[in-house]
T-cell receptor, first 114, second 113 residues
Framework: KNQVEQSPQSLIILEGKNCTLQ??????????LRWYKQDTGRGPVSLTI?????NTKSNGRYTATLDADTKQSSLHITASQLSDSASYIC?????????????FGSGTRLSIRP | DAGVIQSPRHEVTEMGQEVTLRCKPI?????LFWYRQTMMRGLELLIY????????DSGMPEDRFSAKMPNASFSTLKIQPSEPRDSAVYFC???????????FGNGTRLTVT
């Protein structure tokens, strides 16, 4: 069964600190993995995409890693800011056609405290 | 581009009433998705269209739900009759090809009393 599991479910850190969010997946055949950021009251927005051959990708203060062997991904946020408070959703795509299946994790709710 | 546009932003209705949610995808995007999001179940795919044709509607909860895409720039999701358990945020998303990100609208928050 295709599944995406994220941890922790929620996280509170102080402004300026770093944090790492985890994503484990059992999806086959693997196509790509994305991290989305969802602000309160808004739709999710894509932060990064990683394919099978990539093991790290950065987008500003966000760095995503992928270990295709262990089927794990992480999202590391450096020097957190108040605007980083949001839900972060790991999304894995299976298949390689227009009928590809997109599986969403349940998200990690991150709160940054001043 | 204005992004994916959904309307209304909020809808409050009584049980048994018909509800219609609307979506305008990004121009040039040929795939459109309807999702439902709740605290308990997260984001769930309801249906997706490719080139205006419904490809997978296995996520549609029951016959009370229907979706149409009469042209490339407009889609509707209709619930008739609505029930309190339909209360959720409904998102529309579009994309132009596989391996491209989904572009989400800001959702319609539906409350059925």
């Amino acid at each position: 069964k295709n599944q995406v599991e994220q941890s922790p479910q929620s996280l509170i850190i102080l402004e300026g600190k770093n944090c790492t969010l985890q994503c484990n997946y059992t999806v086959s055949p693997f196509s790509n993995l994305r991290w989305y950021k969802q602000d309160t009251g808004r739709g999710p927005v894509s932060l990064t995409i990683m394919t099978f051959s990539e093991n790290t990708k950065s987008n500003g203060r966000y760095t995503a890693t992928l270990d295709a062997d262990t089927k794990q991904s992480s999202l590391h946020i450096t020097a957190s800011q108040l605007s980083d408070s949001a839900s972060y959703i790991c999304v894995v795509s299976a298949g390689s056609s227009s009928a590809s299946k997109i599986i969403f994790g349940s998200g990690t709710r991150l709160s940054i405290r001043p | 581009d204005a992004g994916v546009i959904q309307s209304p932003r909020h809808e409050v209705t009584e049980m048994g009433q018909e509800v219609t949610l609307r979506c305008k995808p990004i121009s040039g995007h040929n795939s459109l998705f309807w999702y439902r999001q709740t605290m308990m179940r997260g984001l769930e795919l309801l249906i997706y269209f490719n080139n205006n044709v419904p490809i997978d509607d296995s996520g549609m909860p029951e016959d009370r739900f229907s979706a149409k895409m009469p042209n490339a720039s407009f889609s509707t999701l209709k619930i008739q009759p609505s029930e309190p358990r339909d209360s959720a945020v409904y998102f529309c998303a579009s994309t132009d090809r596989d391996n491209s990100p989904l572009h989400f609208g800001n959702g319609t928050r539906l409350t059925v009393t």
